[in-house]
């Protein structure tokens, strides 16, 4: 039986707000959040601290090197505990962009380590990592081995990195993304699998029961609410235009149009820049330069012109009233780096239900923090 208890969450790297929001959709109450970029803080108060969400969440716009977990410990936790950590470090040194060895001992790595300092003081009743599937590559298996380590010693159960595909939860979006699920020692666990069963798939004839279709996303489509700031996109020149009005509709490619760019002339790589999206399938991965056609699948299916930060907010699962500060380019990189808030709602509540079972709350004391 799972308790009606809303979970004490922490979030660090918390870029927008995605995380949060899933955890604040699963029934949870953030506490604080931890995020450098002054666009994305300043979204994440914005949005994260209304009062229908998190109205007393505490942003610290800090650089995590510099922030004292043991601090921050005290001020949040000062007579109960921290259920659930979340948390995504910058993933730049780990992307399957970076070629050869770049990336390997990339400063920006070591950020996760930063990350279990806070696990380590903290100790939450579980942590959940967020990373890009490049984390798992050899080159940088000394910074995730490192991290195991800390973690056993510091009491903690980790289950084996899963590769979740978002579509695979209800996200009109094809998405994968490492996530690490640490448990502290005196969670009961029995019966608990990780991760939590898909509710999507692929299209079968018959689906297999009690699953669902990917789901398409051409409700990301739909106009947008007038006035909405986010409701813009990249402008584009003549020829670029031109192009775009001889791509065909949903879904058609760059090579449709007969544009060679200058790179394509020697070979026909990158095949989906300039690309237009299909709404009838998931969409493309949302990047951090997700609202600029060059980089990717990005051009509105029929419209000529790339799609907007709304266009792309509502494809990360974010609601219309989530409005992202920092002008056209911020937004895209926020709602890229951002986790998908219906795959972050499936995942926490998944996780809430363990911590709230019978297992886990009957004949249990509160614990006091002693810091």
Known sequence: MEHDTKLKVADLFAGAGGFSLGAIDAGCDVVFAVEFNPYAASTYKRNIGKPSR????VVYNDDITKLDPAVIARKHFPNAECDLLLGGPPCQGFSRHRIKNAGVADPRNALIHEYFGFVRTLRPRAFLMENVPGMLWPRHKDYVDEFYAQAHAGGYMIYDPVKIDARDYGTPQARQRVFILGLRQDVVVKGFDWPPPPTHCERRDPMPEGLEPWKECSSAFLPATEGDMNDVHMQHGQTLIEAFASTPHNG????????????????DGHKDVYGRINPNKPAPTMTTACINPSKGRFVHPTLNHGITARHAARIQTFPDDFEFEGGLTAAGQQIGNAVPVVLAKMLVRHIK???TSDANTENTIPRVRVI
Do not use: A, E, I
């Open 54 to 57: 998190s109205k007393n969440v």
């Open 252 to 267: 058609g490619s760059r090579h449709q149009s007969n544009r060679t760019l200058d790179c394509h002339k020697d070979h």
């Open 353 to 355: 239900s363990l911590l």
